[in-house]
């Protein structure tokens, strides 16, 4: 394939991604049709099929790119803290729950993801990004290596509850609430 289709054809795949992202997050799963993307994207039917072989696939492919996005957000806002980790730890875990509540990761990856993959699927996907970045910052503050991935899966748990619990009070006091406890949390664990 010459230089230019390799470009265009990346292009296109973007562009699906992003019409669908914007689709799956404001309809939910249930009410994006892959004749509704390819409208979107400006793109075909059969251009929407070529790239990811099915609305589910489609789907997986845009909870993988939220969930990526999550963990990079994570890991900006631990680098630009101190060199303090503690202080890291408690910004990644501020900046995860910041980021899975706002914009499209709210509907993806909260309410239609786990319901599409199943738990085990999706707790994958989340081990695989920002659990992986999480679990690195409790080792780095001493947690005993004996409870690291108790307590890594319980904190993340708390998290992902914290983010479903701001999703259904989406005011900002709830917000500050949430941050807090999760302040409380962090002061026991990194103490």
Request: with cysteine; glycine share 4%; aromatic share 6%.
């Amino acid at each position: 394939m010459p230089r230019a289709s390799a470009a265009a054809a990346a292009e296109t795949a973007r562009s699906i991604l992003t019409a669908a992202t914007d689709l799956f997050a404001e309809r939910g799963f249930a009410g994006v049709s892959l004749d509704d993307v390819a409208t979107a994207a400006d793109v075909t039917r059969g251009a929407v099929y070529h790239h990811y072989a099915s609305k589910a696939g489609l789907f997986r492919s845009v909870a993988a790119r939220l969930q990526a996005d999550v963990a990079e957000s994570v890991v900006s806002a631990a680098e630009t803290q101190s060199d303090d980790p503690r202080e890291q730890l408690r910004a990644g875990c501020h900046a995860f729950v910041d980021a899975i509540t706002h914009g499209p990761a709210v509907r993806v990856l909260l309410v239609d993801a786990p319901a599409q993959f199943g738990w085990a699927e999706w707790r994958s996907l989340d081990a695989e990004n920002s659990e992986v970045h999480l679990r690195e910052a409790l080792a780095s503050v001493g947690v005993d290596p004996d409870i690291l991935d108790a307590l890594t899966a319980q904190l993340s748990g708390a998290m992902n509850e914290a983010a479903l619990w701001i999703a259904q009070h989406p005011d900002a006091e709830s917000r500050r609430s949430a941050h807090s406890a999760l302040d409380l949390i962090l002061d026991a664990v990194a103490h």
